[in-house]
């Protein structure tokens, strides 16, 4: 465990240099550290969405920088839309875009950091529930996405297929299933239980 003190500081604020900026992309630079920011959203909505039959709900496509399909949980931008959207209304929207499940209820698990070392951008989980199926999902015009909802007891043997395959997966679905695994039991977040035990 680190222990901090009163002696530690925050680093001295730099200045920010914009190396690239794309549509939809920026590379910066501070100090000497490079990343990634986004230019058109403030933020992304990573959805656990679990149904009444206890499946969870998750989305796989084709990813150009991996140069292969991605097993992931629905997730999108908050804020890339006309208009504004919230982060909760964001997730709504991309689980009925990507799966075509509406969700009754959401909430706000917690917001962190998706790449601390390479991207600013945050990443919100927020668990989806009282789901309904309304239509095929696939995502909007521009996407090619296929739905898996599988029963929480083969999502771990589903993913190690998955893998075996050579389809890549995110690693955010085990962060989904620690999450659903909680709301399962009903036991808080701040629980000091282990959550598989």
């Known amino acids: ?39 058109n959203a403030y933020g992304a909505a ?29 997730a999108g931008l908050a804020g890339d839309q006309p208009g504004e959207e919230d982060i909760l209304s964001a997730a709504r929207r991309e689980l ?8 009754a209820q959401v909430e706000l698990l917690m917001t962190g950091p998706s790449a601390p070392g390479m991207a600013s951008e945050l990443l919100s989980f927020v668990r989806a529930t009282g789901l309904r199926r309304v ?37 955010r679905v085990y962060a989904a299933l620690f999450f659903a695994r909680y709301h399962i039991d009903g036991r808080a977040l701040a629980s000091d239980q282990p959550p598989f035990s």
Not at 156 to 163: D, V
Request: proline share 6%; net charge negative.
């Open 135 to 171: 239509h095929a999902g696939g995502g909007d015009g521009g996407e090619n996405i296929t739905v898996h909802v599988i029963p929480m007891a083969q999502v771990a043997p589903f993913l190690a297929r998955q893998l075996r395959y050579g389809v890549h997966v995110d690693p």
């Open 1 to 39: 465990m680190t222990k901090h003190t009163a002696n530690d500081e925050a680093p001295p604020l730099l200045s920010t240099r914009s190396l690239h900026e794309g549509r939809f992309l920026a590379l910066r630079q501070r100090g000497r550290w490079e990343f990634v920011e986004r230019v």
């Open 96 to 103: 009925l875009e990507e799966t075509g499940f509406q969700a």
């Open 46 to 74: 990573v959805v656990i969405a679990v149904t009444d039959a206890d499946e969870l709900v998750l989305v796989e496509q084709f990813r150009e920088p991996l140069q292969g399909n991605c097993i992931e949980n629905p």
